[in-house]
């Protein structure tokens, strides 16, 4: 599908709408959190950015043994894929309504219709936050791909 953005010259980065996500618990193991955005035709993502918006998302006094591994997923039609679009490893804690940029793939893409998936782990064991994923959100910019 080819809409009036993927003429742009050069597909110019746009800034999609900004993604509130609640708190969540993974209870030690991976979670996931479904991302109500659906690419409106094929897109690069070029950048991606994590927010808490209520209060620091903390790590232990030793980050580096225990913290928060935030992953971006392309989640497909269906939202149960698994490509992995860039991640955050939060081993600093981070204040309410500071910014943290993911680290992207070489080449994240979605097809027209995919869907984002946020997941988050907890790495070696529990963290000053417990297992929690504290509220925030998650702002995307992407790159319409043209069609060849």
């Known amino acids: 599908m080819v ?7 050069g597909g110019s980065p746009m800034v999609m709408p900004e ?7 993974s209870d030690g193991a991976a979670a996931t959190a479904r991302v109500p955005f659906r690419a409106p035709q094929a897109i ?3 950048g991606a950015w994590w927010q808490p ?5 903390a790590t232990t ?3 580096t043994a225990s913290y928060r591994r935030l992953s971006l997923l392309n989640g497909g039609q269906g ?4 490509a992995l679009l ?3 490893n939060l081993t600093v804690s981070l204040q309410s309504l500071a910014t943290r940029a993911f680290t992207l793939a070489s080449w994240p893409t979605l097809a ?4 984002i998936v946020l997941s988050h782990a907890t790495v070696g064991g529990l963290d000053a936050e417990g297992t929690v994923l504290r509220a925030g959100t998650l702002f995307l910019s992407y790159r319409p791909i043209s069609p060849a």
Do not use: F
């Not at 809409?3 to 010259?9: K, L, N």
């Not at 939202?79 to 698994?82: E, F, I, K, R, S």
């Not at 027209?112 to 869907?115: F, N, V």
């Open 44 to 46: 690069r993502i070029t």
């Open 53 to 57: 918006n209520t209060v620091a998302q």
């Open 79 to 82: 939202q149960a894929g698994t």
């Open 112 to 115: 027209a219709g995919d869907t």
């Open 19 to 25: 993604i509130v996500i609640a708190s969540v618990a």
């Open 86 to 88: 860039g991640s955050l």
């Open 61 to 63: 006094t030793s980050a």
């Open 3 to 9: 809409t009036a953005y993927g003429d742009i010259p």
